[in-house]
Antibody
Framework: EVQLVESGGGLVQPGGSLRLSCAAS????????MSWVRQAPGKGLEWVSA????????YYTDSVKGRFTISRDNSKNTLYLQMNSLRVEDTAVYYC??????????????WGQGTMVTVSS | DIVMTQSPDSLAVSLGERATINCKSS????????????LAWYQQKPGQPPKLLIY???TRESGVPDRFSGSGSGTDFTLTISSLQAEDVAVYYC?????????FGQGTRLEI
């Protein structure tokens, strides 16, 4: 079964850090680009970051550039999101998502269940 | 950034009737070299992650019922549910993956 399982969310104070992980199974992880997408409580979907199949190319939405770092370990079938200098507005459910095709930018055909990040004092 | 605008924001349709959701992009998402529209549609039910319904604007994802269809090209797209079922109650999002940053529409809430 193709599956993505996120972990690492929690409550953190403004200015703090968290590292999210996404464990992949049921497909050849190294063959697909991956992304993080977030959803603030009661709000819509917002793409956060993407990484190419070999990790050589990374992309970010402007609001997280310089604060978040996406990475992957293909030997461990795991995607990461290091989040530093967290802000209240980063509060959201964070989903990892697999692209459908071979490009870095494609539709997302597999999503994890999400992990909640709450930034509050 | 490409802005995706959906209409309407919410929609109530009777069971068995047709539901139509529109999505407009601020610039074309049609890539001329392969003639593909970089546009996807997702369904999200409460407490669940989004589910891919349609990609390349009109290709139905495997396992998605054929009452769901996508159409359009360039900047104007439509998701149609031909005969609404109770399980179709959800929020629907369009998304462009033509370039970074990838962007979603604000969502359309579909109710019975």
């Amino acid at each position: 079964e193709v599956q993505l399982v996120e972990s690492g969310g929690g409550l953190v104070q403004p200015g703090g850090s968290l590292r999210l992980s996404c464990a992949a199974s049921g497909f050849t992880f190294s063959s697909y680009a991956m992304s993080w997408v977030r959803q603030a409580p009661g709000k819509g979907l917002e793409w956060v970051s993407a990484i190419s199949r070999n990790g050589g190319s990374t992309y970010y939405t402007d609001s997280v550039k310089g604060r978040f770092t996406i990475s992957r370990d293909n030997s461990k079938n795991t995607l990461y999101l290091q989040m530093n200098s967290l802000r209240v507005e980063d509060t959201a459910v964070y989903y990892c998502a697999k692209v459908e095709g071979g490009g870095s930018f494609d539709a997302f055909d597999i999503w994890g269940q999400g992990t909640m990040v709450t930034v509050s004092s | 950034d490409i802005v995706m605008t959906q209409s309407p924001d919410s929609l109530a349709v009777s069971l068995g009737e047709r539901a139509t959701i529109n999505c407009k992009s601020s610039q074309s998402v049609l890539y001329s070299s392969n003639n593909k529209n970089y546009l996807a549609w997702y369904q999200q039910k409460p407490g669940q992650p989004p589910k891919l319904l349609i990609y390349w604007a009109s290709t139905r994802e495997s396992g998605v019922p054929d009452r769901f269809s996508g159409s359009g090209s360039g900047t104007d797209f439509t998701l149609t549910i031909s005969s609404l079922q109770a399980e179709d109650v959800a929020v629907y999002y369009c998304q462009q993956y033509y370039n970074s940053p990838l962007t979603f529409g604000q969502g359309t809430r579909l109710e019975i």
